[in-house]
Each structure stands twice: as structure tokens, then as C-alpha cells.
């Protein structure tokens, strides 16, 4: 089974950039999908991206807000894989989650539910 660990978490200002990492241990990781997640205090967790197994395919998150400011990639070679995160504002302070399923080849998932392994989560915070 994989292992999963975020990082490249902190502090930053209002338009800022940062690259989350999500290092992979213990598994194949080029035979998993991975997704990005994120939750707020008193919010529901939010799907900010996948990538299928082999970057042949990703799909955008579902905040609106998001959508042409964060982006999902991978690299096998590292197992390792990341969100970068630009124009970033004071609303995307939350702990941010990378999670991985075992890849179907054909579909990649939006739902938390839909991914069995998951980091510890990083936390990001946005000041004004």
C-alpha cells in the first residue's frame, strides 16, 4: 500500500505562489491516480485536482476559484506529486490533502470517497 506525506505548506501573502509536494512510499506509484483536496474549518473538503497514473489526463477542481490558478502534475521518476498554487488569496487558507486510488485506466474520480490513501495534510494559510 502506498504511503503519502504533503509538504511545501506555510505561510504566504495575498497573490503569492507555493508547490505542495505529495511524496509516495511503499507502493507503485505510477500505478495510482492522485488528487489534491482541501478543507477549511467548518467546511466541506474540496477536490482541487487529479492526475491519472501516467499525466496523460487531469481534471480541474470543482471551486470555481480555483480554476486557472492551481495545477495538478506528477513526476514517477520521484514519486512524487504536486499542486501548484498561484494568485493565491486569504479564502484558499485551509490543510491541504493529497490522496491516491489504484488507477482504473478510464476514469479519474472527484468524490474523497473515491481514493483509499491519503497524507496527514499540509497547512496553508493566505494573509490579506
Known amino acids: 500500500q502506498v504511503q503519502l506525506e504533503e509538504s511545501g505548506g506555510g505561510l504566504v501573502q495575498a497573490g503569492g505562489s507555493l508547490r505542495l509536494s505529495c511524496a509516495a512510499s511503499g507502493g507503485a506509484f505510477s500505478t495510482y491516480d492522485l488528487a489534491w483536496f482541501r478543507q477549511a474549518p467548518g467546511k466541506e473538503r474540496e477536490f482541487l485536482g487529479a492526475i491519472d497514473w501516467n499525466s496523460a489526463s487531469t481534471i480541474d477542481g470543482t471551486p470555481v476559484s480555483v480554476k486557472g490558478r492551481f495545477t495538478v502534475s506528477r513526476e514517477n521518476d520521484k514519486n512524487t506529486g504536486y499542486l501548484q498554487m498561484n494568485s493565491l488569496k486569504p479564502e484558499d487558507t485551509a490543510v491541504y490533502y493529497c490522496?491516491?486510488?489504484?488507477?482504473?485506466?478510464?476514469?479519474?474520480?472527484?468524490?474523497?470517497?473515491?481514493?483509499?490513501?491519503w497524507g496527514q495534510g499540509t497547512q496553508v494559510t493566505v494573509s490579506s
Open positions: 490522496a491516491a486510488r489504484v488507477s482504473t485506466g478510464y476514469n479519474l474520480y472527484r468524490e474523497a470517497s473515491d481514493y483509499h490513501y
